[in-house]
């Protein structure tokens, strides 16, 4: 796998006592071969720019960064209020990333912005199996549901709704698109609309098939519309519940800019309440 392609890239270069690249492998699932010895090549060169004679976990973590999310853009750190909302946002995520049992690992949470647009972001690291399998549970895709809408609803409770923000609108293109498909092609809204797929896998724009009437198009918004609307309240009673969680993220976030898994799971674990609520 990913473990064995890294420790063969990894023979020319000198990594120090840092680097683990079974962890590694755990931050890279999806990258190919090629992708892994482009990784491992610039953590060698931001090495070199930093006058290091050893690769550390750090100029690879860089590097991935670099490769996933584009680098790092100091503009508008000194504005308080900005690193604030940005804390508050991603430790929204992150929160409910934790308290959603079976679902993803946070391997990184950061504030720090990037020349791809993000003010930050918080960093999932998916199961291989599942990636491997393409068999997502319904229980895993409500999840992912909630942990998308975290950031909007962490706006909310802090902010109140009138001062949430467009920093979300990523995270709803994914819930649209998401919601949509389990109602559409994956049958989980069976009970209302009949088992079977409503949209072809490439959706339902003017140049694909149409597969249902006027009058069930109108039931599977309703549908969609239901699934976001659970998801929504769930996600704002978890963040309400474990409000003071919430402060804790964001106030490590403002001092230390990055967290990685440990430090999160350091914070989240003594107050965190179980994140089992449920709203129909």
């Known amino acids: 796998g990913r473990l064995a392609i890294l420790k063969v890239h990894a023979r020319s270069k000198p990594l120090d006592g840092s680097v683990d690249l079974g962890v590694v492998a755990a931050r890279t699932t999806g990258f190919s071969g090629a992708s892994l010895a482009n990784l491992l090549n610039e953590a060698a060169i931001v090495t070199a720019r930093r006058d290091k004679d050893e690769v550390s976990i750090s100029e690879i973590e860089y590097a991935l960064d670099r490769l996933q999310v584009g680098l790092e853009k100091r503009t508008g750190m000194s504005n308080q209020k900005r690193q604030e909302l940005v804390a508050y946002h991603e430790a929204g ?11 993803d690992e946070v391997g990184k949470v950061t504030i720090v912005p990037r020349t791809n647009g993000a003010g930050g972001f918080t960093l999932f690291m998916p199961s291989d199996e599942m990636q491997d399998s393409g068999m997502y549970p319904r229980k895993y895709l409500e999840a992912r549901l909630r942990v998308a809408l975290g950031g909007r609803v962490a706006e909310e409770v802090i902010y109140g709704a009138k001062e949430i923000t467009t920093g979300a609108s990523n995270d709803l293109q994914v819930v649209a698109d998401l919601a949509r498909r389990m109602v559409t092609q994956w049958g989980f809204a069976g009970d209302e609309l009949s088992y079977t797929a409503w949209e072809s896998p490439d959706g339902s724009g003017m140049m694909m098939p149409k597969m249902a009437s006027e009058e ?15 998801a929504y309240a769930s996600c704002k009673a978890m963040m309400v519940e474990n409000r003071a969680v919430l402060d804790a993220i964001k106030d ?20 965190a309440g179980t994140g089992a609520t449920v709203v129909a």
């Open 252 to 271: 490590a976030l403002i001092d230390e800019e990055t967290i990685d898994k440990d430090r999160l799971l350091e914070i989240v674990g003594p107050k």
């Open 93 to 103: 995520h992150a929160l409910i990333g934790v308290l959603e049992d079976g679902y």
């Open 216 to 230: 069930t198009q109108e039931k599977v918004d309703a549908q969609v519309e239901k699934l976001v609307n659970k």
